[in-house]
Each structure stands twice: as C-alpha cells, then as structure tokens.
Nanobody, 121 residues
C-alpha cells in the first residue's frame, strides 16, 4: 500500500502565498511523476502541476507563473509553492503520484486525501 499525506493548506488573503507538502510512504520501489490537482465546489478535479523524477515540470495555464512545483526524491516528497493567490484558487488540493511498488512492475496512480486552501479576505 502507498499513502500520500498532504499538509500546508489553510486560509490566506488574496495576493498571499502558501506552500503545500505531500509525503509518499509505504511499499514504494520508485516514483515516476508527482503532481497536484485541485477541485473547487461544483467543478471537476483539474491537474495544476506535475513534475517528473528528472525534474521536468508542467503547469496548467491558470497557475503558470504563480505556482512552482518541486520534489525531494530522497524524501519521496513533492511541494507546491503558491503565490499571488486569488479567490479562484480556493479548492481542495490533492497530491498525486505514479508509483511502482516492485522493480519491473506496473506503475499505479495514487491520490492523497486532500488539503483545503481558502483564499479570502
């Protein structure tokens, strides 16, 4: 089993910054891509940022230039630094990881339980 545990969510004022963290644990042989998705009330979940094991990144247009994803492979941890936050960024943020539990095995996608980010004055 693989667990992803997010932390760092909370209430922040518009224009503020917040840093999310997500640690993966359990039966892990290797982690391919890691990422962050978010889901606002009444909307579908969207992937906002992703990073490969080699450090290549990709962002949704809605967060490009404001959010920065990074990872610490030694700690199986991924981070999301968010800045210039607006009320439109309010959502539950979920960590995502594509994990191989055994060498040469199939890689599966896992999601965390989510952490609430609220941007409001």
């Amino acid at each position: 089993q693989v667990q992803l545990v997010e932390s760092g969510g909370g209430l922040v004022q518009p224009g503020g910054s917040l840093r999310l963290s997500c640690a993966a644990s359990g039966s892990i042989f290797s982690i391919n891509a890691m990422g962050w998705g978010r889901q606002a009330p009444g909307k579908q979940r969207e992937l906002v940022a992703a990073i490969t094991s080699g450090g290549s990144t990709n962002y949704a247009d809605s967060v490009k230039g404001r959010f920065t994803i990074s990872r610490d492979n030694a700690k199986n941890t991924v981070y999301l630094q968010m800045s210039s936050l607006s009320p439109e960024d309010t959502a539950v943020y979920y960590c995502n990881a594509v994990v191989r539990v055994v060498q040469g095995g199939v890689a599966y996608e896992y999601w965390g339980q989510g952490t609430q980010v609220t941007v409001s004055s």
